[in-house]
């Protein structure tokens, strides 16, 4: 099979297609309804600020305005300080209005309501053995420590995650979404937003930062292009959450060429301008080349199947009706294993139960992704596939779930839920999902240079920093990324500023 490598307006819209985090890009194309007037506001929760409303200077300035942005804004705001959010793109979200796992966290207060036994201690070796042991170590303890006050924080705010599920690599559900099940980045998108709103926080979309400036070695603002023209803005800090570059092909030839044909389920926005522009001012980057693939990506749009369906009980099968790997380990295995079977690609198979727990699988049947039948029989025959293999295979995973012990891959995740009633299957394949490449920072989110050293004033956060993630990202620590970093980067700058 092809892997079919798409355009960039196809990555435009905001679907549930990736566990991503926040962007702002130099990207020029855009879907019609992102082209919505800036002065009017694109969302439906926030009212976007007047371009000649922006002043000469904020207390502290965030470039992107994903989830690590808002984020960042709001413990800004909280900490008496006067911020500003300034996106590339027509609408605020970026590849966090994607997301669609959860967000991982570990000894959390919902893990303990639903008497789930986790540990920080568990969560950290279980993320290093998934990055192949080549995390950022400070970064991926700060991390874990500061999970289950992620979840915490977010909760305050109104935003609450208290349905687990279980992702690739991770032995317990530790991975926190929606109350219904529903897909994370829509959900917490409109509740930054709504903070954001009620903070009465200033965001202008379609605002183009094009130089962070320098003052005798400090960082002093940054320069912007918005309505038309450049303009100077002041200030002491700056934090950087402009994402990754999983949607720029001249980067990801650049620094995989092997991936450089493969579709991506990143949003339009995920072209890397952040850290080109860290690099410009001699900050340090690490991991360029830790590229993830994902293994359940829907080729014709580059629309992500969540890595919960399988949490929830979908199977990985062949076009000869056979499972060939534990689909619960991590992603680049996972991936690896589907790149060896005939054409390259396989049908995730699962039942009416795994529907009604992944509220996702209502999206992929709107867009025509999923092939629907009444029965196992029925199903294989829709595939082209052997329904005697199909049968045998489906009977066992059954069999399997019910004893609770997969003696074929030993999955040991993602087993509640067998299948039967009506069966589904979508046909995937893997994709550019994540950059896990990025600028280098220190657990206080200050972006470092070559020597080690930070720059003074300037911070970072999300998908556009390196080393947290290691060789291969768990799904669900995006989420969590996004939500650690980005409170850390807001309240280190704040208190950079207060001097």
């Known amino acids: 099979m092809k892997i079919w490598k798409l355009g960039l307006v196809a990555m435009l819209g905001l679907?549930?297609?990736?566990c991503g985090n926040t962007t702002q890009n130099k990207s020029t194309s855009s879907s019609s309804s992102e082209k919505t007037d800036a002065k009017a506001g694109a969302s439906k929760t926030m009212t976007y600020a007047d371009p000649s409303s922006l002043e000469k200077s904020y207390d502290v300035i965030i470039i992107g305005a994903g989830g690590a942005g808002m984020t960042a804004a709001i413990e800004a705001k909280d900490a008496g300080m006067k911020p500003v959010i300034l996106e590339k793109m027509p609408v605020a979200g970026g590849n966090t209005s994607k997301s669609s796992a959860g967000l991982n966290a570990s000894e959390t207060s919902v893990e303990k309501a639903q008497g789930i036994e986790d540990s920080n201690d568990k969560f950290y070796e279980e993320t290093l053995k998934g990055g192949g042991g080549t995390n950022d170590k400070e970064l991926l303890r700060y991390f874990v420590d500061h999970s289950a006050g992620a979840v915490d924080w977010l909760a305050q705010n109104g935003i609450v995650l208290d349905n687990l599920t279980t992702t690739g690599g991770m032995s317990v559900s530790r991975t926190h979404r929606p109350h219904d099940g529903s897909a994370v980045g829509a959900y917490l998108v409109k509740g930054l937003e709504e903070n954001i709103s009620k903070r009465n926080i200033p965001v202008f979309v379609n605002s183009d930062v094009t130089?962070?400036?320098?003052?005798?070695?400090?960082?002093?603002?940054?320069?912007?292009?918005?309505d038309g023209k450049t303009q100077k803005v002041a200030s002491k800090a700056v934090v950087v959450t402009t994402g990754g570059f999983g949607a720029n092909e001249k980067m990801i030839a650049k620094y995989r060429p092997d991936l450089k044909d493969y579709v991506t389920t990143n949003a339009a926005g995920s072209t890397g301008d952040g850290i080109e522009m860290i690099s410009a001012l001699g900050g340090a980057l690490v991991d360029m080349d830790k590229i993830q693939i994902h293994p359940t990506v829907f080729q014709k749009t580059g629309y992500l199947v969540s890595e919960s369906v399988r949490g929830e009980g979908a199977i990985l099968v062949n076009q000869g009706g056979k499972r060939f790997v534990n689909e619960m380990d991590t992603r680049d295995k996972v991936s690896a294993a589907e790149l060896k079977q005939e054409g390259k690609y396989a049908y995730a198979v699962f039942g009416e139960g795994t529907k009604d727990k992944?509220?996702?699988?209502?999206?992929?049947?709107?867009?025509?992704?999923?092939?629907?039948?009444?029965?196992?029989?029925?199903?294989?025959?829709?595939?082209d596939m052997d329904p005697k293999e199909l049968t045998a295979t489906v009977d066992k995973w059954n069999k399997a779930v019910a004893e609770k012990k997969d003696s074929e891959f030993g999955r040991t995740t993602g087993m509640t839920t067998g299948i039967s009633g009506k069966v589904y299957a979508i046909k995937v394949a893997p994709g550019i999902h994540h950059t896990m490449a990025g600028v280098k920072i220190n657990t206080k989110a200050q972006v470092l240079k070559k020597d080690g050293q930070p720059i003074d004033g300037l911070y970072a956060a999300g998908e556009l920093t390196g080393g947290l993630h290691g060789g291969n990202r768990i799904g669900g620590n995006a989420v969590a990324d996004i939500i650690v970093f980005g409170r850390q980067a807001g309240q280190q700058a704040a208190s950079y500023v207060k001097g």
Do not use: H, P, R
């Open 15 to 18: 679907s549930l297609a990736a």
């Open 211 to 226: 130089k962070i400036t320098e003052k005798d070695g400090k960082v002093s603002g940054v320069e912007v292009k918005i």
């Open 358 to 383: 992944v509220k996702a699988v209502n999206q992929y049947i709107s867009k025509k992704m999923v092939v629907e039948a009444d029965s196992v029989d029925a199903l294989a025959k829709k595939l």
